[in-house]
């Protein structure tokens, strides 16, 4: 059980880790948005022998200000005659039901092959997506999973983890930044 998010491109898993705060949410509306499968948005259950991920996409949870990258249009709108739940840190958030969206959602467990890690740190005029070295993948991990590092198939996991692409994703002026830097990856740009 991992603290992250999932989406991805014909069954391809981009696991999103960050956190509280950092963005994982919207960037994962954002990546719903434009073409992105959607799995799920904070709790990703990986199987360490397979490294598919699975989910439940059901609901996503945006803050109000996460509105501000939208168009004025039929996400925002959907967005905003969603529910407001209130979580246990107090945060107010949309609970958004993407089972009503008609957007992408993922039909199978989506197999893992990059781990993107959301720093808060502004990107400024250096690439928003930089690789990570695997020595660094290994401790972000366990800086960013304390709860999953306890299970006892932790080591499997990072077995595996270690094998995949990992990039710390810095902050854009607007999260399609980042949706275009993974686009790119994928080798979707323009859809």
Known sequence: PLHAACV?????????????????S????????????????????????????????????????SLRFLER???????????????RSGVAKFEVDVRQT????????????????????S??????????????VLAYLLASQPYAASQPDWRAFKRGAALLDAFELRRGRHPLEAVAAMQELTGMQGR
Do not use: W
């Open 8 to 24: 991805g491109p014909a069954g391809r898993g981009f696991l999103l880790m960050g956190g509280s705060g950092a963005g994982k």
């Open 26 to 65: 919207t960037l994962a509306l954002q990546c719903l948005l434009h073409g992105f499968d959607f799995l799920s948005e904070d709790s990703t259950f990986v199987a360490p022998a397979s490294m598919r991920a699975t989910g439940v996409a059901n609901f996503l949870h945006v803050r109000a200000n």
């Open 73 to 87: 249009g039929a996400a925002a709108g959907m967005i905003r005659r969603s529910p407001v739940i209130r979580r």
């Open 102 to 121: 008609g957007y992408a959602l993922a039909a199978a467990p989506l197999r893992l092959d990059t781990l993107i890690f959301i720093s808060k740190e």
């Open 123 to 136: 990107a400024g005029t250096r690439p928003l997506l930089v690789p990570l070295p695997r020595s660094r």
